[in-house]
């Protein structure tokens, strides 16, 4: 594995940077503050630099390097994260290229594919995930929205609850990876995954949270009352679900961490430069070592994720492009320990940051309110709560004698 990045994805590190320091940041604000917030242009913007393509295969309209999909996604998100705080830019982008570009290029019918992801690539579409329920979130297999076959169609009846972007692919368009059970008494042996268009079915009813953070993005749910879903939207196959939606979620870890991680870094650049700058008796806040052991503590940690994070993006890399490199085994561990650290880390940087800037950095002058706010949805448990991350780790690295029974 190399350390460094490669010669091209410095370039669109480089360019992608330079676009968010100049047209997302100054704009994090207006987008946290407004409800389904995020400009056009904007989307139109990081589509055009290849954002919203960087896991769509070329042939339908992206961009995606072949073997360097997440890697990619990986620099995209990290890039995103820094420069809006509120975390609502990123999460819809990471939803968008995790469970639309990087998930329907491997298990959707070439129909949909053809349909579904050039609208992703140029930014029309949004793309999310919608599996939990109202009686619970971790516990995927106990998933009660149900699914019978009729003929060439699948009738769904059911709930999900805490998803995203609930209001933008109305808008916008676009729709959700979403899991239904066939047979309750079986569980996670049979349950089947859809790709749920609303604007393009009868039936969905949806409502909106409001949230504590990340305001720009809408949370809500759904509810499927007969819905018909043609055959063609089925998602690997008939009752074998489970599985597929496991696998998608290592996807979505990466770029949540990665989404984390930039958000942890920028309130750390914050905090150094207020600690550079601001004096207290007679010496800058930099000279005091309770603050600059603190400081380079964050530092070390930030580093050390950003290293196994590159190591998760590159795994799954290899493991889809060399079949046999890596067991999914392999790469849950390495992605639930990202995934357990990446938020905390955000919400402890964004924290010391508020305490080292003070009264300042309690007011909304500051972003930092805004970063602490939108992590903490990831503490909460989007995407899996920390305690699911090491059952995980557990479970798979020291085996089957620490599962629960």
């Not at 676009?174 to 393009?200: E, R, W, Y």
């Not at 650290?341 to 002058?365: H, N, S, W």
Request: aromatic share 10%; net charge neutral.
């Amino acid at each position: 594995m190399e350390f460094r990045l490669s010669r091209e994805q410095e370039l669109f590190k480089r360019s992608l940077r330079k676009y968010c320091e100049k047209y997302i940041a100054p704009r994090s604000r207006e987008i946290d503050e407004k409800e389904a917030g995020i400009p056009d242009e904007i989307i139109k913007g990081l589509a055009e630099l290849g954002v919203f393509g960087c896991t769509v295969p070329e042939k339908y309209g992206g961009s995606a390097q072949p073997g360097e999909e997440m890697q990619y996604a990986n620099i995209a998100i990290h890039e995103l994260g820094r420069a809006e705080l509120s975390m609502s830019l990123p999460v819809y982008t990471l939803l968008t290229i995790g469970w639309g570009g990087m998930f329907l290029s491997r298990y959707a019918s070439e129909e949909i594919k053809q349909e579904v992801l050039p609208k992703l690539a140029s930014g029309e579409w949004s793309w999310g995930i919608a599996v939990t329920e109202p009686g619970g979130g971790s516990d995927v297999a106990a998933a009660k929205s149900s699914v019978v076959k009729k003929g060439d169609t699948f009738i769904v009846n059911g709930e999900k609850a805490y998803i995203s972007q609930v209001t933008e692919c109305q808008q916008r368009g676009g729709g959700h990876c979403s899991l239904f059970v066939g047979d309750p008494s079986l569980g996670s042996k049979a349950m089947t995954f859809l790709a749920v268009i609303p604007n393009q079915v009868k039936g969905i009813t949806s409502t909106v949270y409001k949230d504590m953070g990340r305001m720009g993005l809408s949370t809500g749910g759904f509810t499927y009352k007969n819905v018909e879903i043609p055959a063609k939207y089925l998602l690997g196959e008939e009752g074998k679900g489970f599985y597929p939606c496991m696998e998608g979620f290592n996807v979505a870890r990466v770029v949540v961490a990665a989404a984390c991680l930039g958000g942890a870094e920028k309130c750390l650049e914050i905090a150094v430069d207020y600690a550079k700058q601001r004096k207290a008796f007679g010496q800058t806040l930099s000279r005091f070592q309770g603050i600059s052991f603190d400081l380079a503590e964050t530092y070390t940690r930030l580093e050390m994720l950003k290293l196994n994070l590159q190591k998760a993006a590159w795994m799954i890399d290899r493991y889809y492009a060399e079949p046999g490199s890596f067991t999914q085994k392999d790469i849950n561990i390495v992605v639930a320990q990202c995934k357990w650290l990446a938020p905390q880390l955000a919400v402890d940087a964004a924290k010391q940051a508020i305490m080292i800037l003070g009264a300042f950095g309690y007011t909304k002058e500051s972003p930092l309110e805004m970063a602490l706010r939108g992590a903490m949805s990831y503490v909460a448990g989007a995407e899996g709560a920390a305690n699911i991350m090491k059952i995980i780790i557990a479970r798979d690295a020291f085996g089957k004698e620490f599962v629960d029974k």
